[in-house]
């Protein structure tokens, strides 16, 4: 009897290898169709920003390489999302649909409404589980609700039976008798206008096959160092798998697998890697979409709500100042030129800019949510929520609001020599170490060797730092009163 196709709905699941929904398509064994369809507007109002759609560009090309390979092809499609299904259900005469699941609100609306038109037409349907370890409604506290503290949660993670071995990707994909029609990439319009992207061409490698290195190089030269060097910007210390975790190109089963198998060859033992740095990393990833599932309302709202008392200031020279790297204070200038020139910005430095926005400019976290979300590669909205909420105070396991990260005192601990800041500020690379951090601390001598004139050739620092925190905490304390 022959068997009618089924469609492969890709969507933030960009690979061929450990994807259950491809899988179970297979399984069925009729012609598999693959098909990515692109409506941006239906995941309002977190729709992909400009890096992120220069990323997925980049990522699609790979995955249809990827098909070609296999005797299949990707077929590209302008939303709406159910509109479009349907229409490719009747051309082709599919009898299925399977996809991954992703957990962003606005998603699984438009997932539940794909579910209710796909039922009375008698099509087959399925979802999968693929992005996580773990569901996010599988874990929780001995209350049975769900966890709002990372450490506890990740005990729970890790008490349950390791992930099970990833899916190896097929070898052939069984075609349809006839392909349905299919845009160009180029038709998604997802690369800029203007060519800004020469930083993220040269940082990034999008596709599976750069995820699988890029988890390599890792495993290979930075793991032994992880623990000392992760903090330490100047340095190649992190995995820097986020945008690939985040598009689909690896997933967190492949990676907790491939440190295993490292591990037993490297004579690791299994407690060291199970709780060591890098996998408690995926631990928050996991942390951060446990939490966008059970309270879906904190990439707008506090997961707090008293904080949406907090007295912020509206002042759009500093924001446009700290978005450009501009506030006079040399750590955050780096580390926001980084992001803008490559689509990405080393953790610590993250915690360092986003403590500065919120506590020292008192500008709310949603701000800098925002521009975050536009110019990050790895723009994730479980990840992002998570990472502004914690460094504002306002959410699960957050840093105490008192907590106020000093950008000096950071960048002469884990920037020394000062070579990071040299690297994304050059116009101050002639100071010494001593007065890298804190160019208004030098003397007027020090500034003229060093071709530094503040306010002309780097601007004067945007806020003082000690006045600033201590309005900062004054603020929080009329909060809590």
Known sequence: MKVSPAIVWFRLDLRLADHPALHAALERGGPVLPVFIWAPEEEAPWVPGGASNWWLHHSLTALQAELAARGSRLILRRGPTVSTLQAVIKET????????RRYEPAVRRRDDVV???L?????????FPAALLHEPNAIENKSGRPFQVFTPFWKACLNREAPVEPLPAPRHLPPPSNWPASVALEQLELLPKINWTAGMQAAWRPGAAGAAAALEQFLQHHLATYEEDRDRPALPGTSRLAPHLHFGEMTPRQVWHALRRFA???????????EGRFLTEIGWREFAHHLLYHFPHTPEQPLHPEFTRFPWVKD??????WQR???GCPLVDAGMRELWTTGWMHNRVRMVVASFLVKNLRISWPAGAQWFW?????????NNTLGWQWTAGCGADAAPYFRVFNPVTQGEKFDPQGAYIRRWVPELAGLPDEWIHQP???????LAAAKVRLGDTYPHLLVDLAASRKAALAAFQHLKS
């Open 93 to 100: 005469g599919a009898g299925a649909v399977y996809w991954n």
């Open 115 to 117: 579910r209710k038109t």
């Open 119 to 127: 039922q009375p037409a008698g099509v087959a349907f399925e979802s």
């Open 264 to 274: 037993t060859a490297h004579q690791i033992p299994t407690a060291a890697w199970r």
């Open 316 to 321: 759009d020279v500093a924001l446009r100042a």
């Open 325 to 327: 790297g501009r506030t």
């Open 374 to 382: 536009d110019t990050l590669v790895d723009a994730d909205l479980a």
């Open 440 to 446: 208004w601390a030098a003397s007027p001598l020090e």
